[in-house]
């Protein structure tokens, strides 16, 4: 078996063979446990490792040449695969609550194979291609047959494809910079070139005004995919080039640059998290803060940054997932997610309430929550540099920590006298019931998810020490 | 010479192609200005590529071309033919091209001094293509334009990007984008009319 047909042209196979599939649970199914399958043989069988079953002898190999090119998932690739596949599982169990299974699935599988194909090639370098590729599936995502596209996504559309020349550019002017460090407007060429580019890729501020109106106009479970998948490659993206280039790693500007764009989207993602009317714009700036608190783990490096950002990459996709659970089953019911037209909604619809709200408060770093221990670790860290920084972190999280309450207010506020009851569905409650004991889980005890992070390591030769 | 001679002809058509796009209002003339850009990035591209691998964007273009042609055509009568609201700020459009025009060829004899190996007559077309496509990027939101005005930007960018890298598997992957743009334009164009057309 090679490791490039495991995990990039396994799930591109199923995404084809959930296309003829007509039952929504079928796909879910397929779906959920090709993914989870995937993330187990991630997380517990060694690549270019032989392993004996009996007279049986077993080996993943993990190169493949295409095109004269050799795509390779090796060892230091297996911590990222299982966290991506583990999180696409689930994912793709509560895309069947969501009724986007049909959309989500298939092309969840194949926007995930071309982005861990973006990580496998070689030269690195051409990864800004294969991401593009994802990002143009995306759109079929995003935009179902009849429905008008909004400006959001063309604003998406437009801002990643901008990304991908620039990130080229700059990858091949940087090893002249690496083999003339003196060279200095070759240097501050290369950096335009390359902050140009991640700034697009990460939608970093004022570029992500694409984010809440693609989560207004959109189904909220496939944005919320969308604001999970692109940015967490995008990290992987960066890391890799941090981790190849020894004067990007070494620089004093980097990290500064990073941790001043990371808090600028914190602040201004949950100021204006605070003020919104619509849930899903909440969660468009909500996903803007955890790409911020990205930015602001990497700007750590090379000491604990890279730890810091892999462990954030789980909370982040649970809190979302889990929020955009609720908000599936709350626009089922409402039609609209402007807290106007839900006011009272938790007395017919306590569980997806309560969903919501701890996602949100995860999302704000609440105690007990699963965005919080990792947070706390990064404003720790971040602190014995500045506390000016942590100020006005502080102020982002208090921003959606009001959203939050907001959301909690309007929710269960009514005037009518409206008896509680349960009007979920019986899966909806079991798998929001789920994510919301993980959410607790991860919160309360966060060495859980160590398993995943065997390898980190040597994920990352410079890094990841 | 004669080569030298041809290649500034093309930066000639590629500033009055780009250009075109920007000022047509008719989809038909729209992809055939297309057409001729594509001609002139494989002239260009093919000063530093195998000609049979700089033939793949001449047919990428062409294939890009048809297939929004096509979808153009299977959705007459859901779009306006002609924009009517696009005739208006035609000098301020004759305007900002000529400034982009300027500003790229300002930059131009910069640009060979750290890519080494490439011609100013590459270099001011893709520039030119750059430059005009972003502008028409910034000025529209119809969705047929923004493909356009990508696509456009792309083109620009691979004329450029082909005197730095060769590679088979590159120039693969920067035809499938081109490809999957176009097939994202026309869904985009297709799938909110979609009951209609049905």
Same mark, same amino acid.
């Given at each position: 078996?090679?490791a490039?047909?495991?995990w990039?042209?396994?799930?591109?196979?199923?995404a084809?063979?959930?296309?003829?599939?007509?039952?929504?649970q079928?796909i879910?199914?397929?779906?959920g446990?090709?993914?989870?399958?995937?993330?187990?043989?991630?997380?517990f069988?060694?690549?270019?490792?032989?392993?004996?079953?009996?007279?049986?002898s077993?080996?993943?190999?993990s190169?493949?040449?295409?095109?004269?090119?050799s795509l390779?998932?090796?060892?230091?690739?297996?911590?990222?695969?299982?966290?991506i596949?583990?999180?696409?599982?689930?994912w793709?169990?509560?895309?069947?609550v969501a009724?986007?299974?049909?959309r989500?699935?298939p092309?969840?599988l194949v926007?995930?194979?071309?982005?861990?194909?973006?990580f496998?090639?070689?030269?690195?370098?051409?990864?800004? @291609?294969l991401?593009?590729?994802a990002?143009?599936l995306?759109?079929p995502?995003?935009?179902?047959?009849?429905?008008p596209?909004?400006?959001?996504v063309i604003?998406?559309?437009?801002?990643q494809?901008?990304a991908?020349?620039?990130?080229?550019?700059?990858?091949?002017?940087?090893?002249?910079?690496?083999?003339s460090?003196?060279?200095?407007?070759l240097?501050?060429?290369?950096?335009?070139? @390359?902050?140009?580019?991640f700034a697009f890729?990460f939608?970093?501020f004022?570029?992500?005004?694409?984010?809440?109106?693609?989560?207004?106009?959109?189904?909220?479970y496939?944005?919320?995919?969308?604001?999970?998948?692109?940015?967490?490659?995008?990290?992987?993206f960066?890391?890799?080039?941090l981790d190849r280039?020894s004067?990007?790693?070494n620089?004093?500007?980097?990290p500064?640059?990073?941790?001043?764009a990371?808090?600028?989207?914190?602040?201004?993602?949950?100021?204006?998290?605070a003020f919104?009317?619509?849930?899903?714009?909440?969660l468009?700036?909500?996903?803007i803060?955890?790409?911020g608190?990205?930015l602001?783990?990497?700007s750590?490096?090379?000491e604990?940054?890279?730890?810091?950002a892999?462990?954030l990459?789980i909370?982040r996709?649970?809190?979302?997932?889990?929020?955009?659970?609720?908000l599936?089953?709350?626009?089922?019911k409402?039609?609209?997610?402007?807290?106007?037209h839900?006011?009272?909604?938790a007395?017919?619809y306590?569980v997806?309430?309560i969903?919501?709200?701890?996602?949100?408060l995860?999302?704000? +770093?609440f105690?007990l929550?699963?965005g919080?221990p990792f947070?706390?670790?990064?404003?720790?860290k971040?602190?014995?540099q500045?506390?000016?920084t942590?100020?006005?972190?502080?102020?982002?999280?208090?921003g @959606?920590l009001? +959203?939050?309450?907001r959301?909690?207010?309007?929710?269960s506020?009514?005037?009518?006298?409206?008896?509680?009851?349960?009007n979920?569905?019986?899966?909806?409650?079991v798998?929001?019931?789920?994510?919301i004991l993980?959410?607790?889980?991860?919160?309360?005890f966060?060495?859980?998810?160590?398993p995943?992070f065997?390898?980190?390591?040597?994920?990352?030769?410079?890094?990841?020490? | 010479?004669l080569?030298t001679?041809v290649s500034?002809?093309?930066s000639v058509?590629m %500033?009055?192609?780009s250009?075109?796009l920007?000022?047509?209002?008719?989809?038909r003339?729209?992809?055939?200005? %297309?057409?001729?850009?594509?001609?002139g990035?494989?002239? %260009?591209?093919?000063?530093h590529w195998?000609l049979?691998?700089?033939?793949?964007?001449?047919?990428?273009?062409?294939?890009?071309?048809?297939i929004?042609?096509i979808?153009y055509?299977?959705?007459?009568?859901?779009v306006?033919?002609?924009?009517e609201?696009?005739q208006q700020?035609?000098?301020?459009r004759i305007?900002a091209?000529?400034?982009?025009s300027?500003?790229?060829?300002?930059?131009?004899?910069?640009?060979p001094q750290? %890519?080494p190996?490439?011609g100013?007559q590459?270099v001011?077309?893709?520039?030119i293509?750059?430059?005009?496509g972003?502008?028409?990027l910034?000025?529209?939101?119809?969705y047929?334009?923004?493909?356009l005005?990508?696509?456009?930007?792309?083109?620009?960018?691979?004329?450029?990007y082909?005197?730095?890298?060769g590679?088979?598997?590159?120039a693969?992957?920067?035809?499938?984008?081109?490809?999957?743009?176009a097939?994202?334009?026309?869904y985009?164009?297709?799938?909110?009319?979609?009951?209609?057309?049905?």
């Open positions: 078996m090679n490039i047909f495991l990039i042209i396994i799930p591109v196979l199923a084809g063979l959930t296309l003829l599939i007509n039952r929504q079928h879910v199914i397929i779906g446990i090709v993914s989870a399958i995937l993330a187990l043989t991630a997380a069988i060694p690549v270019d490792l032989a392993l004996r079953f009996g007279p049986f077993y080996k993943i190999t190169s493949l040449q295409i095109l004269g090119r390779t998932l090796g060892q230091e690739d297996q911590t990222g695969l299982g966290i596949y583990g999180l696409l599982a689930f793709f169990f509560g895309s069947g009724q986007v299974s049909r989500l699935v092309f969840g926007i995930t194979s071309l982005l861990v194909a973006s496998a090639v070689d030269p690195f370098l051409y990864a800004a @291609l991401i593009e590729m990002v143009l995306s759109i995502l995003l935009v179902p047959f009849g429905k596209v909004s400006r959001g604003r998406f559309l437009i801002y494809t901008l991908m020349p620039f990130i080229l550019f700059a990858g091949w002017l940087l090893p002249g910079v690496e083999a460090p003196g060279d200095l407007a240097a501050i060429q290369s950096t335009i070139m @390359l902050s140009l580019g890729l939608s970093v004022p570029l992500y005004s694409w984010i809440p109106m693609l989560s207004e106009d959109n189904h909220p496939i944005v919320s995919f969308i604001l999970w998948i692109l940015p967490t490659i995008a990290m992987l960066v890391l890799g080039f280039y004067w990007l790693r620089s004093e500007t980097i500064q640059a990073l941790r001043i990371g808090l600028i989207m914190v602040v201004t993602g949950g100021i204006w998290a919104q009317n619509h849930l899903g714009r909440m468009g700036y909500a996903a803060v955890e790409t608190f990205y602001l783990a990497l750590l490096l090379p604990t940054g890279v730890e810091i892999f462990r990459t909370p996709a649970l809190t979302m997932a889990i929020w955009a659970l609720s599936s089953v709350l626009q089922s409402a039609g609209s997610l402007n807290l106007l839900l006011k009272g909604i007395r017919s306590p997806a309430t969903g919501l709200t701890l996602a949100q995860s999302a704000a +770093g105690p929550t699963a919080f947070r706390l670790v990064l404003l720790e971040l602190s014995t500045s506390l000016t942590i100020f006005w972190i502080l102020i982002g999280i208090f @959606l009001a +959203g939050a309450i959301t909690m207010t309007n929710l506020t009514t005037t009518e006298n409206i008896p509680w009851q349960l979920e569905d019986i899966y909806q409650t798998l929001i019931g789920v994510g993980t959410l607790f889980a991860l919160g309360l966060p060495q859980i998810v160590h995943f065997r390898y980190l390591p040597v994920a990352f030769e410079h890094l990841g020490h | 010479m080569t001679i500034w002809t093309v058509i %500033l009055l192609t250009a075109g920007l000022l047509s209002r008719d989809w003339i729209q992809l055939g200005l %297309l057409a001729v850009q594509y001609l990035v494989f002239w %260009l591209v093919q000063l195998p049979a691998m700089a033939a793949t964007k001449l047919i990428t273009g062409w294939m890009v071309t048809a929004l042609g979808t055509n299977e959705i007459q009568g859901q306006r033919e002609v924009e609201n696009w700020g035609h000098a301020f305007f091209v000529s400034i982009v300027v500003i790229a060829l300002a930059i131009t004899p910069q640009i750290f %890519l190996g490439i100013l590459e001011t077309s893709s520039l293509l750059i430059g005009i972003i502008l028409h910034g000025i529209t939101t119809q047929f334009r923004v493909i005005s990508l696509l456009t930007v792309l083109a620009g960018f691979e004329t450029i082909a005197a730095i890298e590679s088979v598997l590159v693969a992957l920067l035809t499938g984008t081109a490809l999957g743009l097939l994202v334009g026309s985009i164009l297709i799938a909110p009319n979609w009951n209609k057309t049905e």
